[in-house]
């Protein structure tokens, strides 16, 4: 597609509940970033991959925390257990290469709702 | 840590005017680069303007421009002509140290009145 596309765009899930969140990435982008908002809030870092390898997981906030991109193109962030303060929503990016000059492409965003 | 502040929650412009968003870091490198990136309510986020800290000029995208104050750490943003398609949260960032990830600003509000 010509975007990130992440799905759902909307998640309610009752707290002990596990949810898989999906990010379809730009074609060719090499890295692919995850981010978690808070309502009113920046964007916090969670993870960073280049292609399939998982190069920073040092945002993630628990073991309950788990993301994987196995062939260097879509990527999945699961959360087991949910807790209510994992209600945020949750920023997928992109780039072609390193990130560090170059423009990230966001897409749309998961909202997780823990009840 | 690299810390990244934006000490306006919210601002207000009105429609055809000039408005300056602040933002300012920290950072112990010499070379790196900064962004602005915009937020509508739809929540995707796009870049608006980047500015590479070697350079002295401070970057312009049409009626957009940074103000970049090295020595000072201080990048902040001033949008001309407002226009009520600016209405958004606007976020400043910096890469951080490792390079790996952006370090986002709290944010600021920004509406547009007619």
């Known amino acids: 597609g010509a975007g990130v596309s992440q799905s759902p765009r909307y998640k309610v899930a009752k707290r002990g509940q596990d949810v898989a969140l999906r990010c379809d990435p730009i074609s060719g982008h090499v890295s692919l970033f995850w981010y978690q908002q808070a309502l009113g809030q920046g964007p916090e870092f969670l993870t960073y991959f280049q292609n399939e390898a998982q190069l920073d997981k040092s945002g993630l906030p628990s073991d309950r925390f788990f993301a994987e991109r196995p062939e260097g193109s879509v990527s999945t962030l699961k959360i087991q257990r949910t807790q209510q303060e994992d209600s945020a929503v949750y920023l997928c990016a992109s780039s072609l290469a390193g990130h560090n000059t170059g423009e990230l492409f966001f897409g749309e965003g998961s909202r997780l709702t823990v009840l | 840590a690299q810390t990244v502040t934006q000490s306006q929650p919210e601002m207000s412009v009105q429609e055809a005017e000039t408005v300056t968003l602040s933002c300012t870091y920290d950072t112990s490198e010499s070379d790196y680069y900064l962004f602005w990136y915009k937020q509508p309510p739809s929540r995707q986020m796009i870049l608006v303007i980047r500015?590479?800290?070697?350079?002295?000029q401070n970057a312009t995208e049409n009626r957009f421009s940074v103000n970049f104050q090295k020595a000072a750490k201080s990048f902040s943003l001033k949008i001309s002509d407002s226009q009520l398609g600016d209405a958004a949260m606007y976020f400043c960032a910096y890469p951080g140290n490792a390079g790996n990830m952006l370090t986002f600003g709290g944010g600021t509000r920004l509406m547009v009145k007619p």
């Open positions: 500015q590479e800290a070697y350079k002295q």
